[in-house]
């Protein structure tokens, strides 16, 4: 069967939903919503992106799910079979939505994992890099991640989800992310136990001590709930966007590459090869020496010395990273 990819009809509505969303901030006295330099560097790199992605997603992620899915989902007597015995999947309307909760699933863990693993950081630290949370920030992403985030979703092909109901789920969990940054929509009442809404999504994006490394989902908020990652929003607190130590920078390139610029700087310094590895892969922050704290040593300080959630200098002073 054939079909088509959502993003072709999704790309065109993101780029005037941002117009909306401009206009509208702009002649309703929101003028610190878009910052006209920091727009142009996220639409950069959101171009960059879509002029990339393509060209990877033919080479690692279609091609990398169809040897997987033939491999291990082999025809035999014209019956399409799992090496684990069973038939492998159609495309029933419930193999749809199976296929979505995987997909939620499996986005849950890469986009966790690009939190907590540095050198993915490194990647997604392009999405974090503004102090502003708007639909424009949605397409400020990182070029490098398509190097590894299909490694993420192999599973699913190789249980049998054919690769195009896959790829689909992933475009339909993508325009999902997209329409999320915004300030605009309210907490939404019962569909804020089961999805991932707008304030929580505002919460992922700040860079207050208790509020890092939370709600990772997608579509849902079930795993983050299951996996102890959840955090509602306090609104009567006012969110500050983006990330500690942010790049200082318009210029494109800097914005992608200056956390791998930083790790490297590390891995110089570092005597000991077990050091040097975990600057690489462990997770944010760590450091041999205390000088820098990660995400979990930050929040584990705030516990101790009863610090507010509106004490982050203080903890930011401390060695934060």
Same mark, same amino acid.
Not at 226 to 243: A, P, Q, R, S
Not at 271 to 294: C, E, N, Q, R, V
């Given at each position: ?24 901030? $702009?002649?309703?006295?929101?003028? =610190? ?52 015995? *069973?038939?492998?999947?159609? *495309? ?55 190097? *590894? ?5 192999? #599973? ?45 999504? =505002? ?10 490394? $939370? ?48 790790? #490297?700087?590390?891995?110089? $310094? ?27 040593? =930050? =929040? ?22």
């Amino acid at each position: 069967m054939t079909f088509t990819n959502p993003l072709i009809y999704g790309v065109p509505c993101f780029i005037a939903l941002i117009i909306l969303e401009l206009i509208y901030s $702009k002649t309703h006295g929101d003028e =610190q919503l878009y910052n006209w330099k920091d727009l142009f560097a996220s639409g950069a790199m959101g171009i960059g992106a879509a002029l990339i992605g393509p060209i990877f997603k033919v080479i690692f992620a279609i091609a990398l799910f169809e040897v997987t899915y033939e491999f291990l989902n082999p025809v035999a007597d014209g019956v399409r079979t799992n090496i684990l015995g *069973y038939e492998s999947f159609g *495309y029933a309307w419930y193999v749809w939505l199976l296929c979505l909760l995987a997909d939620d699933f499996t986005y849950y863990c890469f986009h966790r994992a690009n939190h907590e693993i540095r050198l993915f950081w490194a990647a997604h630290i392009v999405h974090h890099s503004s102090d502003n949370f708007n639909l424009g920030t949605a397409v400020r992403n990182g070029w490098f991640t398509i190097f *590894y985030k299909p490694f993420f979703y192999m #599973w699913m092909p190789a249980i049998g989800f054919p690769p195009e109901m896959v790829l689909i789920c992933i475009g339909i969990e993508i325009m999902w992310q997209f329409q999320l940054h915004s300030v605009y929509i309210p907490k939404m009442g019962f569909l804020e136990k089961i999805f991932n809404t707008h304030t929580m999504h =505002q919460v992922h994006h700040s860079q207050d001590i208790e509020y890092l490394d $939370k709600n990772h989902g997608g579509i849902l908020n079930i795993f983050d709930k299951l996996f102890g990652t959840w955090k509602e929003l306090n609104e009567e607190k006012t969110i500050k966007y983006g990330v500690i130590h942010p790049p200082n920078s318009y210029n494109p390139m800097v914005i992608l590459t200056h956390e791998y610029k930083d790790i #490297w700087k590390d891995v110089k $310094k570092s005597k000991k090869l077990s050091h040097a590895f975990m600057y690489i892969f462990g997770p944010p922050g760590w450091s041999h020496d205390g000088s820098t704290l990660t995400v979990k040593q =930050q =929040q584990k300080l705030m516990e101790q010395e009863g610090l507010s959630a509106l004490s982050n200098e203080a903890i930011i002073s401390k060695k934060a990273f």
